[in-house]
Protein backbone atom coordinates (compact mmCIF):
# COMPACT_ATOMS: atom_id res chain seq x y z
CA UNK A 1 0.00 0.00 0.00
CA UNK A 2 0.79 3.33 -0.50
CA UNK A 3 0.95 4.90 2.68
CA UNK A 4 2.18 8.07 3.56
CA UNK A 5 2.64 9.95 6.73
CA UNK A 6 -0.27 12.30 5.10
CA UNK A 7 -2.37 10.10 3.14
CA UNK A 8 -3.59 6.08 4.39
CA UNK A 9 -4.43 3.61 2.33
CA UNK A 10 -6.38 0.48 2.93
CA UNK A 11 -8.30 -2.08 0.87
CA UNK A 12 -10.20 -4.59 1.81
CA UNK A 13 -13.02 -6.48 -0.41
CA UNK A 14 -12.38 -4.91 -3.61
CA UNK A 15 -13.06 -1.57 -1.61
CA UNK A 16 -9.59 1.10 -1.54
CA UNK A 17 -10.32 3.80 1.38
CA UNK A 18 -7.68 6.55 0.77
CA UNK A 19 -7.99 8.73 3.61
CA UNK A 20 -6.30 12.38 4.41
CA UNK A 21 -3.77 12.46 7.52
CA UNK A 22 -3.24 15.83 8.81
CA UNK A 23 -5.96 15.95 11.51
CA UNK A 24 -4.04 18.53 13.25
CA UNK A 25 -4.31 21.28 10.34
CA UNK A 26 -8.26 19.80 9.47
CA UNK A 27 -6.91 17.72 6.67
CA UNK A 28 -5.86 21.52 4.80
CA UNK A 29 -4.10 20.48 1.43
CA UNK A 30 -0.64 20.50 0.87
CA UNK A 31 1.72 19.32 -1.50
CA UNK A 32 2.57 15.99 0.10
CA UNK A 33 -0.95 15.17 1.06
CA UNK A 34 -2.01 15.84 -2.43
CA UNK A 35 1.15 13.73 -4.00
CA UNK A 36 0.01 10.86 -1.47
CA UNK A 37 -3.49 10.99 -3.13
CA UNK A 38 -2.54 10.72 -6.42
CA UNK A 39 -0.04 8.19 -5.70
CA UNK A 40 -3.18 5.96 -4.45
CA UNK A 41 -5.09 7.14 -7.41
CA UNK A 42 -2.49 4.92 -9.60
CA UNK A 43 -2.62 1.90 -7.35
CA UNK A 44 -6.48 2.10 -7.41
CA UNK A 45 -6.40 1.96 -11.73
CA UNK A 46 -3.88 -0.49 -11.51
CA UNK A 47 -5.40 -2.71 -9.64
CA UNK A 48 -7.70 -4.45 -11.24
CA UNK A 49 -9.42 -6.45 -7.94
CA UNK A 50 -10.10 -2.68 -6.63
CA UNK A 51 -13.85 -1.86 -7.68
CA UNK A 52 -14.57 1.31 -5.97
CA UNK A 53 -12.36 3.63 -3.72
CA UNK A 54 -13.45 6.31 -1.05
CA UNK A 55 -11.88 9.24 -0.23
CA UNK A 56 -12.46 10.85 3.41
CA UNK A 57 -10.37 12.38 6.16
CA UNK A 58 -9.12 11.12 9.37
CA UNK A 59 -9.31 13.40 12.73
CA UNK A 60 -13.57 14.14 12.40
CA UNK A 61 -13.18 16.39 9.40
CA UNK A 62 -13.15 15.73 5.61
CA UNK A 63 -10.79 18.70 4.50
CA UNK A 64 -10.60 22.28 4.91
CA UNK A 65 -9.24 23.33 1.91
CA UNK A 66 -5.80 24.64 0.95
CA UNK A 67 -2.72 24.33 3.60
CA UNK A 68 -2.72 29.01 3.66
CA UNK A 69 0.93 29.00 5.44
CA UNK A 70 2.10 26.76 2.75
CA UNK A 71 0.45 28.59 0.16
CA UNK A 72 2.06 31.92 1.67
CA UNK A 73 5.51 29.67 1.17
CA UNK A 74 4.84 29.70 -2.41
CA UNK A 75 4.02 25.71 -2.23
CA UNK A 76 1.04 24.36 -4.26
CA UNK A 77 -1.17 21.63 -3.32
CA UNK A 78 -1.48 19.91 -6.56
CA UNK A 79 0.07 17.38 -8.60
CA UNK A 80 0.71 17.79 -12.62
CA UNK A 81 -1.86 16.83 -14.79
CA UNK A 82 -4.07 16.01 -11.67
CA UNK A 83 -4.80 19.07 -9.97
CA UNK A 84 -5.30 20.09 -6.67
CA UNK A 85 -5.33 17.75 -4.15
CA UNK A 86 -4.29 15.35 -7.07
CA UNK A 87 -7.75 14.58 -8.52
CA UNK A 88 -9.40 18.07 -9.33
CA UNK A 89 -8.08 17.76 -13.05
CA UNK A 90 -8.39 13.64 -13.07
CA UNK A 91 -11.04 11.14 -12.85
CA UNK A 92 -10.46 7.67 -12.68
CA UNK A 93 -11.82 5.30 -14.67
CA UNK A 94 -13.60 3.66 -11.34
CA UNK A 95 -16.37 4.86 -9.45
CA UNK A 96 -14.76 7.31 -6.46
CA UNK A 97 -17.06 8.24 -3.31
CA UNK A 98 -16.28 11.10 -0.93
CA UNK A 99 -17.16 9.99 2.92
CA UNK A 100 -17.21 13.53 4.58
CA UNK A 101 -17.38 14.62 8.36
CA UNK A 102 -16.52 18.34 10.08
CA UNK A 103 -16.04 20.47 7.24
CA UNK A 104 -15.50 20.15 3.77
CA UNK A 105 -14.79 23.67 2.43
CA UNK A 106 -12.97 25.70 -0.64
CA UNK A 107 -10.57 23.29 -1.65
CA UNK A 108 -11.77 20.48 0.28
CA UNK A 109 -15.59 20.95 -0.97
CA UNK A 110 -13.68 21.26 -4.60
CA UNK A 111 -12.52 17.15 -4.01
CA UNK A 112 -16.08 16.42 -2.98
CA UNK A 113 -17.47 17.84 -6.22
CA UNK A 114 -14.59 15.95 -8.12
CA UNK A 115 -15.90 12.80 -6.88
CA UNK A 116 -18.14 10.65 -8.56
CA UNK A 117 -21.01 9.89 -5.17
CA UNK A 118 -21.05 11.31 -1.54
CA UNK A 119 -22.18 9.94 1.85
CA UNK A 120 -21.99 13.33 4.30
CA UNK A 121 -22.95 12.92 7.82
CA UNK A 122 -25.37 15.29 9.24
CA UNK A 123 -22.49 17.57 10.61
CA UNK A 124 -20.93 18.00 8.02
CA UNK A 125 -20.28 22.21 6.76
CA UNK A 126 -19.95 23.04 2.83
CA UNK A 127 -19.00 25.88 0.96
CA UNK A 128 -16.70 27.61 -0.89
CA UNK A 129 -15.56 30.95 0.98
CA UNK A 130 -12.73 31.92 -1.55
CA UNK A 131 -14.56 35.14 -2.12
CA UNK A 132 -14.51 35.42 1.61
CA UNK A 133 -10.72 36.13 0.97
CA UNK A 134 -10.89 37.75 -2.40
CA UNK A 135 -9.66 34.30 -4.09
CA UNK A 136 -11.84 32.24 -6.55
CA UNK A 137 -12.41 28.41 -6.48
CA UNK A 138 -10.38 27.88 -8.97
CA UNK A 139 -10.00 23.63 -8.61
CA UNK A 140 -13.19 23.27 -10.55
CA UNK A 141 -15.53 24.74 -7.84
CA UNK A 142 -17.32 27.46 -10.05
CA UNK A 143 -18.24 25.16 -12.86
CA UNK A 144 -18.53 21.68 -11.27
CA UNK A 145 -20.86 23.02 -8.52
CA UNK A 146 -23.75 24.34 -11.00
CA UNK A 147 -23.46 21.06 -12.68
CA UNK A 148 -23.98 19.31 -9.69
CA UNK A 149 -27.10 21.35 -7.96
CA UNK A 150 -29.51 23.89 -9.52
CA UNK A 151 -27.55 26.97 -10.95
CA UNK A 152 -29.19 29.72 -8.82
CA UNK A 153 -28.35 27.48 -5.47
CA UNK A 154 -25.12 27.48 -6.72
CA UNK A 155 -24.64 31.04 -7.77
CA UNK A 156 -25.92 31.84 -4.01
CA UNK A 157 -23.05 29.79 -2.26
CA UNK A 158 -20.37 30.74 -4.59
CA UNK A 159 -21.39 34.20 -4.26
CA UNK A 160 -21.43 34.54 -0.73
CA UNK A 161 -18.99 31.64 0.53
CA UNK A 162 -21.05 31.00 3.45
CA UNK A 163 -21.61 27.58 4.90
CA UNK A 164 -24.02 25.05 3.73
CA UNK A 165 -25.31 21.96 5.95
CA UNK A 166 -25.35 18.25 4.76
CA UNK A 167 -29.15 18.18 4.99
CA UNK A 168 -29.26 21.50 2.02
CA UNK A 169 -26.95 19.85 0.10
CA UNK A 170 -28.89 16.68 0.25
CA UNK A 171 -32.06 18.22 -0.69
CA UNK A 172 -30.07 20.21 -3.58
CA UNK A 173 -28.97 16.18 -4.73
CA UNK A 174 -25.61 16.71 -4.18
CA UNK A 175 -25.15 14.27 -1.12
CA UNK A 176 -26.42 10.82 -2.02
CA UNK A 177 -26.78 9.92 1.43
CA UNK A 178 -26.68 11.10 4.91
CA UNK A 179 -25.23 9.63 8.10
CA UNK A 180 -24.88 10.41 12.03
CA UNK A 181 -21.91 12.28 12.94
CA UNK A 182 -18.73 9.97 12.56
CA UNK A 183 -20.24 7.26 10.27
CA UNK A 184 -19.92 8.69 7.16
CA UNK A 185 -17.16 6.18 6.01
CA UNK A 186 -19.38 3.27 7.15
CA UNK A 187 -22.26 4.83 5.17
CA UNK A 188 -19.80 5.26 1.82
CA UNK A 189 -18.15 1.73 2.55
CA UNK A 190 -21.48 0.04 2.18
CA UNK A 191 -22.37 2.52 -1.12
CA UNK A 192 -19.39 1.17 -2.00
CA UNK A 193 -19.66 -2.33 -1.72
CA UNK A 194 -23.46 -2.77 -3.46
CA UNK A 195 -20.97 -1.11 -6.82
CA UNK A 196 -18.06 -3.35 -6.23
CA UNK A 197 -20.27 -6.57 -6.71
CA UNK A 198 -21.08 -5.36 -10.07
CA UNK A 199 -19.32 -6.02 -13.47
CA UNK A 200 -16.31 -4.20 -13.49
CA UNK A 201 -15.98 -2.94 -17.37
CA UNK A 202 -19.62 -2.13 -16.98
CA UNK A 203 -18.97 -0.04 -14.15
CA UNK A 204 -16.36 1.85 -16.00
CA UNK A 205 -18.08 1.96 -19.38
CA UNK A 206 -21.67 3.44 -17.97
CA UNK A 207 -19.07 6.07 -15.71
CA UNK A 208 -17.31 7.49 -19.21
CA UNK A 209 -20.56 7.55 -20.31
CA UNK A 210 -21.95 9.56 -17.69
CA UNK A 211 -18.99 11.88 -17.38
CA UNK A 212 -18.47 12.70 -20.95
CA UNK A 213 -22.14 12.72 -22.60
CA UNK A 214 -22.83 16.13 -22.32
CA UNK A 215 -19.35 17.57 -24.24
CA UNK A 216 -21.10 15.26 -27.49
CA UNK A 217 -22.62 16.40 -30.44
CA UNK A 218 -26.25 15.94 -29.96
CA UNK A 219 -26.29 14.11 -33.38
CA UNK A 220 -23.85 11.79 -32.64
CA UNK A 221 -24.28 10.50 -28.64
CA UNK A 222 -25.92 7.33 -29.78
CA UNK A 223 -22.72 6.55 -32.02
CA UNK A 224 -20.29 7.34 -28.95
CA UNK A 225 -22.16 5.56 -26.74
CA UNK A 226 -22.14 2.79 -28.61
CA UNK A 227 -18.56 2.35 -29.03
CA UNK A 228 -17.95 2.62 -25.34
CA UNK A 229 -20.65 -0.13 -25.05
CA UNK A 230 -19.45 -3.18 -27.67
CA UNK A 231 -16.18 -3.79 -25.98
CA UNK A 232 -18.07 -4.62 -22.70
CA UNK A 233 -21.00 -6.67 -24.58
CA UNK A 234 -18.46 -8.25 -26.32
CA UNK A 235 -16.63 -9.25 -23.05
CA UNK A 236 -16.20 -12.33 -21.16
CA UNK A 237 -17.81 -10.68 -18.23
CA UNK A 238 -20.88 -10.25 -20.25
CA UNK A 239 -21.27 -14.04 -21.04
CA UNK A 240 -20.66 -14.26 -17.24
CA UNK A 241 -22.77 -11.97 -15.79
CA UNK A 242 -25.75 -13.58 -18.57
CA UNK A 243 -24.94 -17.22 -17.33
CA UNK A 244 -24.32 -15.77 -13.76
CA UNK A 245 -28.24 -15.16 -13.79
CA UNK A 246 -29.56 -18.49 -15.97
CA UNK A 247 -27.74 -20.46 -13.46
CA UNK A 248 -29.11 -18.45 -10.35
CA UNK A 249 -25.22 -17.77 -8.55
CA UNK A 250 -23.83 -14.64 -8.17
CA UNK A 251 -21.09 -13.76 -10.95
CA UNK A 252 -17.05 -14.22 -11.10
CA UNK A 253 -15.38 -11.10 -12.57
CA UNK A 254 -12.63 -11.54 -14.56
CA UNK A 255 -12.25 -8.10 -16.13
CA UNK A 256 -12.33 -8.77 -19.30
Known amino acids: MSDTREVLVDVSEGVMTITMNRPEAKNAMNKAMAEGISAAIDEFEANADIRVAVLTGNGGTFCSGMDLKGFL ?38 LVLACDMVVASRTTKF ?30 MVMTGDHYTAERMYE ?78 APNWQGK
Open 172 to 249: CGLVNGLTDEGKALDGAKELAARIAINGPLATAASKKIMREYKSWPHDEIWARQQDIMNPVFASEDAREGATAFAEKR
Open 127 to 156: GLPEVKRSLVAGAGGVFRLPQQIPERIAME
Open 73 to 110: KGESPSVKDRGFGGISHYSPAKPLIAATEGYALAGGFE
